[in-house]
């Protein structure tokens, strides 16, 4: 799955599912480029037979201005422009990618208050907040990547049991957040075997498991597309 992130880089993503069959993509806006969010072109690609989900979206306030009428003004636009991507997935019934840095409790209250889990989705790259934690009552599911193998990951390694086995899926947020042992390195798909050792070993279950586990919760949540995937 590749999401998307802005509409430039979105014909790549298009061209990589189209030439392989076990690539999907889906088509968002990340909150950085909130600006240039035009549903016309969501709705021009949206329909797409390789296009899986909205997202990814969501909220991001670690890189907000520091005077105070740009930050809201950001953080204004940013939440509009979310929650126009929460009722586009409504609309055309796909599963959201959801994008959240140090904006926990203002994702949390939107996706809640909006209705999010008529279409559900996942957290992408799951910031360990247990705030969070109350979303997979509403269809959401906790994206889990190479974070998990790091040293300084104690936060997450103590949430992950706290997190309904189905809602767990691994991620790779590639070429970002390589996994131990190939951290700093790009990352790519192959590497998801070392979260899946992580997550076993944390969670006191056998690998095996853990691997038809989140394949199974993958295809849950694109339960329209779980014969093809």
Known sequence: MIPGADFEDLPQAIRLSEKYDEVFFAVGIHPYDAPSYDQK???????????????????????????PKEKEAQIKLQKEVFISQINFAIKVNKPLIVHIRDASDDSRNILVNYDAKQVGGVLHCYNASEHLLCLSEHNFYFGIGGVLTFKNAKKLVEVLPKIPKEKLLIETDGPYLTPVPFRGKRNEPAYTVYVAQKMAELLNVDEKEIQNLTTNNAKSLFKEFSNII
Do not use: F
């Open 41 to 67: 072109i969501m709705e021009k690609y949206i329909s797409h037979p390789k296009c899986i989900a909205v997202g990814e979206c969501g909220l991001d306030y670690y890189r907000l201005p520091d005077d």
